[in-house]
């Protein structure tokens, strides 16, 4: 395989893990965050809170980071594996809306007269 065919964005892969865990109790939390360490530690960044990504440089390669991923599930909550293509990743669409701004608190005026 040449160097434009490993690097084609139909081959190049990226992961999108989704996960909704419960964190009532101590026990739970401890499992929230160490999912969450295994997940930075193999190299996936937070794309937004609960969803975390990761650049995969084949299907290959994604299958390794997903088994990593399957046998550290922590034994409650929700979670979700996608895998696509960096084509598709691409076509992603993202809006960023404004937090609202409290309105400006009037100036007082200083008079010296």
Partial sequence: MNRLERLSEY??????VFFDLPTDTKKEKKAYLDFRKVLV????TM???????RHCASM???EVH????RNNLPQHGKI???CITDKQFAGIQLFYGEK?????????????F
């Fill in 11 to 16: 081959r190049v892969m990226w992961i999108l």
């Fill in 41 to 44: 530690r193999d190299g996936f």
């Fill in 47 to 53: 794309f937004q809170f609960s969803i975390y990504v």
């Fill in 60 to 62: 290959e390669n994604a």
């Fill in 66 to 69: 997903m088994k990593r991923i």
């Fill in 80 to 82: 979700g594996i996608l």
């Fill in 100 to 112: 609202p701004k409290p309105p400006n608190a009037p100036y007082q005026q200083l008079e010296l």
